[in-house]
């Protein structure tokens, strides 16, 4: 399984507005016009979302991504710059940033802890036996093969599912979350 974004359900614009809130359009509408130098903490840019220390915000569908590997989130944000990986919102704040801000929010993140670091769990026993031996006959390796045993991560490239909201995790791994987002190679 590889990381995919999470996008709540696109059921139009005024829904837009209610998951994501008419606050955070405005604070992305500002943040693009501004221009770069004018962003003296490009932090604010992930904040909105992810909370300045990375805690995530689950009930917007945002996740945590305090103590994510720094080479992983350096990869997603080179990916979501130079659109190998898609996502109406990252994608554009993403570009916005040169290699070098992208580098130090990465090391920024990837050194907070997530207040809630237990073991990634399923309340299924099809979960767990996914989480754990995968699922030859549809052609689905172990989620641990990847991601560390209880979803611990696999550094520098893999990150780490325990801890991050169980709706966000079932999310990524559907087929259309799938479509949206190609897997990012882990050699570059």
Known sequence: MSALSFHPPDKGGASV??????????FLALMLALPAPAQENTLLLCAGCHGMNGEGRAAGGYPAIAGQPQAYLERQLAAYA?????DRVMAPLAKRLAPE???????HFASQQL?????ASSRSDRGRILATRGDNELRVQACQNCHGPGGSAR???TPY??????EYRAASCSPSAAARAAPIPAAR
């Open 82 to 86: 130079d659109g190998r990986r898609e």
């Open 101 to 107: 801000e992208r580098a130090q929010l990465a090391s």
């Open 161 to 166: 599912l325990a801890g991050l909201d169980r």
């Open 17 to 26: 507005l209610r998951e994501r809130g008419v606050g955070f359009l405005f």
């Open 155 to 157: 550094p520098p490239y």
């Open 115 to 119: 207040p809630s670091m237990k073991e």
